[in-house]
């Protein structure tokens, strides 16, 4: 048996996680607190040691594994493999991650972005399969996009294709990737949460009430997740803000629909989770804004993987690195 080894480094948490080669089933997984404030060597040092854990539940030895993927928020330096201060991993500057686990185990380890990895996860194992040219988007705490294109991950020059999130779609408006109404801004969990307190305000001036609030001392409470709740619930004031939302994100889709021409984009957690609030605005805009026979080959839809996205991210990294680094050869 061979088997993919699967490292997701996260600001709160590590997994390590096991696949065969041929099955998609996760074979093990083991979890740990990152705890970052220990520094970037302890950490390093978990990962190395959860691994053989790992190893050993999989009744595996070093040999049997052809490679190891580590999906990381960025910035970073794939082609190295090096972690490069990311926001969410204080102290992390310059870390040769992948050279330090290789090194130890002897088996090739690869590096991707967090959205390059869920990409390239979809595209093997989820929503994405069988398409040759994909659009992952993360529209979660941020906006950000994995490219693939001609049925290999792009990730541009030097590892900064697809941050669609910095994209402009108004000039004033939520803010967001540090720039006013831009897609991130729109299209964010932190960007709808802005969006609404901004509305809220107007909303009782103008002498009106939502579920959520009734006043000025409760907008502060208002999240995304609320406010989903409420639109579901039928709140009108939270469904108003989920279509604004939707029509938002129609106007950057059709940006990557015009530009890249994908036969699919897959769509993650918000989008994932409240899908009924938000495709009927993000459709309409996208019929108005992208070319019909470009939007005609593409299918928009949610993410499959969910909960396990992580695991088969950092898995499908090993895959994919394993898959070039073999074509090279």
């Not at 686990?101 to 088996?107: E, N, T």
């Not at 103008?206 to 609030?213: H, I, M, N, P």
């Amino acid at each position: 048996m061979k088997y993919f080894l699967g490292i997701d480094i996260g600001g709160t948490k590590c997994a390590v996680s096991a696949k065969e080669k041929d099955d998609a089933a996760i074979l093990s997984k083991i979890t740990f607190a990152t705890d970052s404030g220990r520094g970037w060597r302890a950490v390093v040092d978990d990962i190395i040691s959860t691994a053989e854990k790992v190893l050993k539940n999989i009744n595996a030895s070093f040999t049997d594994i052809l490679a190891a993927g580590i999906s990381c928020g960025g910035p970073l330096d794939s082609k190295n493999g090096i972690i490069m201060s990311p926001p969410n991993l204080p102290g992390w500057d310059n870390v040769p991650v992948c050279e330090i686990i290789k090194s130890h185990f002897g088996f090739p380890v690869f590096l991707q972005n967090d959205a390059n990895a869920c990409a390239l996860a979809e595209h093997r194992f989820g929503a994405g399969r069988g398409c040759d040219n994909m659009i992952f988007l993360t529209f979660g705490t941020g906006m950000g996009a994995g490219l693939v294109l001609n049925g290999r991950l792009y990730s541009g020059t030097n590892d900064l294709a697809g941050e669609v999130g910095h994209i402009r779609l108004s000039e004033s408006g939520p803010a967001g990737y540090g720039k006013e109404g831009s897609f991130e801004g729109f299209c964010s969990g932190g960007g709808i949460e802005r969006y609404a307190k901004q509305k809220a305000k107007e909303f009782i001036n103008s002498g009106k009430t939502s579920s959520l609030f009734l006043n000025e001392n409760d907008i502060e409470n208002i999240t995304a997740k609320s406010l989903a709740g409420a639109a579901e619930n039928g709140d009108e004031f939270s469904k108003e803000i989920y279509k604004n939302c939707g029509a938002k994100l129609g106007e950057g889709l059709a940006v990557l629909v015009d530009i890249l021409n994908p036969q699919c984009i897959v769509i993650g957690s918000i989008y994932a989770r409240s899908e009924k609030l938000l495709r009927s605005s993000m459709l309409e805009t996208l019929h108005k804004e992208a070319l019909p026979q470009a939007l005609s080959v593409c299918r928009i839809v949610p993410a499959e993987l969910g909960d396990n996205i992580g695991d088969y991210a950092a898995i499908g990294t090993a895959a994919d690195g394993y898959e070039r680094m073999s074509s090279d050869e």
